[in-house]
């Protein structure tokens, strides 16, 4: 679109960072239903952890919302660089997050041997969505970085973060590391979500019928 109104701008910038925190959310989420039911005296330790995590993601969802506002009303140099503070910070905290997550997601590794069997199915799908999390994450941070040109605000010079610019940037760049990332975990997870049954094991495990990691009973019903 040549000329894309101030409102579709605003919705762009938005949408482009709010995608990343349900996929953020929704790892955590897995995370904890790998975790439940298991880890003994860690499991209250580990649900705090992750409950902090869906909290931070929330927090970095919020700045970047108020930075992308801000952005698209900004009229001035001085309002444009105020504004990306805003996305700024989010992206760090963004990035922060998803080392944090991926630090979690290999301690949940390192303690494969107290996860139910088909739960840890599930850790083997959050293992495969990281490599495609990252790429969408690292847009994210790059975009955020990368200089923006709108037609409210005072143009800014390119750089070699140019490339990922929302506004201006490749698109190509934009499709492979954000469109077509963000499709792939959703993909991964929404096949995980549907076709791991853990509701059984979980049953198992408060009954007892669970011993050092595995059934006591020979097959699932």
Do not use: C
């Not at 929704?26 to 239903?33: K, S």
């Not at 409950?51 to 001035?76: E, F, H, P």
Request: aromatic content about 10%.
């Amino acid at each position: 679109m040549a000329n894309p109104s101030t409102g579709l701008i605003e919705t762009y910038f938005i949408l482009d960072n709010v995608g990343l925190s349900p996929l953020m959310m929704a790892t955590i989420g897995f995370l904890n239903t790998v975790g439940q039911g298991r880890f003994q005296e860690n499991h209250r330790f580990t649900f705090i952890i992750l409950r902090v995590l869906a909290l931070v993601a929330s927090v970095a969802m919020i700045l970047t919302i108020i930075g992308g506002v801000d952005l698209v009303d900004a009229k001035t140099t001085d309002a444009v660089n105020a504004a990306e503070k805003y996305r700024h910070i989010g992206a760090i905290v963004y990035a922060a997050l998803f080392g944090l997550i991926t630090l979690m997601h290999f301690w949940f590794w390192i303690q494969a041997g107290q996860i139910m069997p088909r739960r840890r199915s599930m850790l083997l799908g959050i293992s495969a969505s990281i490599p495609f999390l990252f790429l969408r994450t690292a847009y994210s941070v790059l975009s955020s970085f990368a200089p923006t040109s709108l037609s409210s605000a005072t143009p800014v010079a390119t750089n070699t973060l140019s490339k990922f610019s929302t506004t201006t940037g490749s698109w190509q760049i934009y499709l492979g590391m954000s469109v077509a990332a963000e499709l792939v975990v959703v993909i991964i997870y929404l096949v995980v979500g549907t076709t791991v049954p853990t509701s059984r094991e979980l049953d198992d495990s408060m009954d007892g019928n669970y011993h050092d990691g595995n059934p006591s009973y020979k097959m699932y019903g």
